[in-house]
């Protein structure tokens, strides 16, 4: 199940991307058009729907970790998708520049450092556990989340933005003190993750990492969520990233030093996750400085694509 947030003139509304080829499926009038088909009258499926399905990706984890309901909506809609049961109403566009971040506004969102090889190609064998580097990372500010489609603001105080391409995690339930064993359980699922820093920032501020990460669009996520039955191996997923049509970086899930399960129990040592809160692992090597002017373009293997002009924010 593909989740995507797309904005309208009523507001971001959260939807199906992987329905109706070309369109967006909104999940509460999905919602509502499933209740009535069952009979219920349209008021009470309009009530219905709005304790069901929430305004943001966090707020349906919060009720429903596992997006039981909302999965069943789902599978409502596949099997109607041909039948006109999905009508106008249930329908958006799917213009790439009307998306948001599907990961609405999570309470943390936290950056894996130095997770991956600096010199390694896909495929490199990974060094002896007791050489792995110690795990290390950052709070990113939650302002910093942007579309799919956005623009990535090049601050006037920097030379020295560079984008990473990132598989983000997403938590589905309340998590503290995760062992290896139990901490998929808590993953909702899957995002890419578009991780931006300013190096000659944070050299100016003592070697801190937050001030840098934090700009405005630094976080630039989508197209979708997807939930990890899409997934077959998190471990195995292609990274690459294009500036101005030119490959840049190219790499693979399979480089991380530190496996998904042991940077959530790591990070839960210390920190209480929420539903919606996001841990994005890491990225492989070959990423660099962009320039205004610059398009970027990053994809991972079953999580979609982005695409971003850089434009000077001055």
Not at 244 to 262: C, D, K, V, W, Y
């Amino acid at each position: 199940m593909k989740i995507a947030s797309r904005r309208t003139p009523f507001g971001d509304r959260l939807c199906f991307a992987d329905v109706v080829p070309g369109h967006l499926v909104d999940i509460q009038a999905a919602s509502v058009r499933r209740a009535e088909t069952a009979g219920v009258h349209r008021d009470d499926a309009l009530a219905r729907s709005r304790h069901v399905v929430l305004g943001d990706l966090p707020a349906l984890l919060q009720v429903d970790p596992d997006l039981g309901e909302i999965r069943r909506v789902h599978d409502w809609a596949v099997d109607h998708a041909g039948t006109g049961e999905l009508d106008a109403d249930c329908l958006w566009s799917d213009e790439p520049a009307r998306l948001g971040t599907p990961l609405g506004r999570p309470r943390t969102v936290w950056l894996m450092l130095a997770n991956f090889p600096r010199g390694a190609r896909p495929g490199a064998q990974q060094p002896p556990r007791g050489e792995r580097p110690t795990m290390r990372g950052c709070l990113k500010s939650v302002s910093a989340l942007a579309g799919p489609r956005d623009d990535l603001l090049h601050p006037a105080i920097s030379s020295k933005v560079d984008p990473e391409v990132e598989l983000g995690v997403v938590v589905g339930r309340r998590s503290r003190h995760l062992t290896q064993a139990d901490a998929l359980n808590a993953v909702a699922g899957y995002v890419l993750f578009c991780d931006s820093g300013s190096r000659d920032v944070s050299e100016v501020d003592g070697g801190r990492m937050d001030r840098a990460k934090g700009f405005d669009t630094y976080g630039i996520t989508g197209p979708w969520f997807v939930t990890p039955d899409e997934i077959a191996d998190p471990y195995d997923l292609p990274i690459r990233q294009w500036v101005n049509g030119a490959l840049r970086q190219e790499g693979s899930t399979a480089q991380m030093f530190h496996t998904i399960p042991e940077q959530l129990a790591w990070l839960t040592e210390a920190i209480t996750l929420a539903p919606g809160d996001v841990l994005s692992t890491g990225t492989p090597p070959g990423h660099g400085a962009v320039e205004p002017g610059d398009l970027v373009r990053g994809e991972i293997e079953g999580l979609g694509v982005i695409e971003n002009k850089v434009v000077l924010d001055d």
